[in-house]
């Protein structure tokens, strides 16, 4: 109870505190490349109950919804690079966090269709949580593209999960700590494994 009332004080005052940002940088995307400024992509959320996660758009909109891993590094805007760098992106998932769909700390919420990941997941009693805007296996660089050791370390936040916890992981990723799912160009990837999208 604790953590849903800090989840939804924080993200309603960061979104009236931020919203100047938000609207700027949905402005930049737009002048950016041409498609909607807001991306939006059904994730599986606790209980594996699906939702709509909301980001700023940082790829080309006729970019194939694919996962990250298998995106090319090009299909990647110019404001959409610094989007990503810096985890502005992430700022519109403060509506989640207000709907109760999402916790600023917890395991990063994947597609349905990564499979792998929600079995992996599933036999760890990862969906007992809320999922994270942030998380301990992001700021510790490990993303969707290893399920195994992602639902490990998913399963070892669930295990240890603590309000002192959730702030060091909080600051840690204000710091730049963790650079989240990397596209195809970036670092070298199993085809066998899924991550994000857009």
């Given at each position: 109870?604790?953590?849903?009332?800090?989840?939804?004080?924080?993200?309603?005052?960061?979104?009236?505190?931020?919203?100047?940002?938000?609207?700027?940088?949905?402005?930049?995307v737009?002048?950016?490349?041409?498609?909607?400024?807001i991306?939006?992509?059904?994730?599986?959320?606790?209980?594996?109950?699906?939702?709509?996660?909301?980001?700023?758009?940082?790829?080309?909109?006729?970019?194939?919804?694919?996962?990250t891993?298998?995106?090319?590094?090009?299909?990647?805007?110019?404001?959409?690079?610094?989007?990503?760098?810096?985890?502005?992106?992430?700022?519109?998932?403060?509506?989640?966090?207000?709907?109760?769909?999402?916790?600023?700390?917890?395991?990063?919420?994947?597609?349905?269709?990564?499979?792998?990941?929600?079995?992996?997941?599933?036999?760890?009693?990862v969906?007992?949580?809320?999922?994270?805007?942030?998380g301990?296996?992001?700021?510790?660089?490990?993303?969707?593209?290893?399920?195994?050791?992602?639902a490990?370390?998913?399963?070892?936040?669930?295990?240890?999960?603590?309000?002192?916890?959730?702030?060091r992981?909080?600051?840690?990723?204000?710091?730049?700590?963790?650079?989240?799912?990397?596209?195809?160009?970036?670092?070298?990837?199993?085809?066998?494994?899924?991550?994000?999208?857009?």
């Amino acid at each position: 109870m604790i953590k849903f009332a800090f989840d939804t004080l924080l993200a309603a005052a960061l979104l009236v505190i931020l919203s100047p940002v938000i609207v700027f940088c949905m402005f930049l995307v737009r002048k950016g490349s041409p498609g909607p400024a807001i991306f939006r992509q059904t994730r599986v959320g606790r209980g594996e109950v699906p939702f709509t996660c909301y980001k700023l758009r940082t790829m080309q909109s006729s970019t194939a919804n694919l996962p990250t891993h298998q995106v090319s590094s090009a299909s990647v805007t110019p404001i959409g690079a610094f989007l990503r760098r810096s985890k502005l992106d992430e700022l519109p998932q403060l509506i989640n966090v207000l709907r109760g769909e999402m916790s600023f700390v917890g395991p990063r919420p994947c597609l349905p269709q990564q499979t792998e990941l929600v079995e992996q997941r599933r036999a760890r009693g990862v969906f007992a949580v809320r999922p994270g805007i942030t998380g301990l296996a992001q700021i510790q660089d490990i993303d969707m593209s290893d399920p195994v050791r992602l639902a490990t370390v998913d399963q070892r936040y669930v295990d240890n999960a603590s309000f002192i916890g959730d702030i060091r992981i909080m600051i840690s990723t204000v710091l730049g700590k963790g650079q989240g799912d990397h596209v195809q160009s970036e670092q070298v990837r199993s085809p066998n494994t899924d991550a994000t999208g857009k």
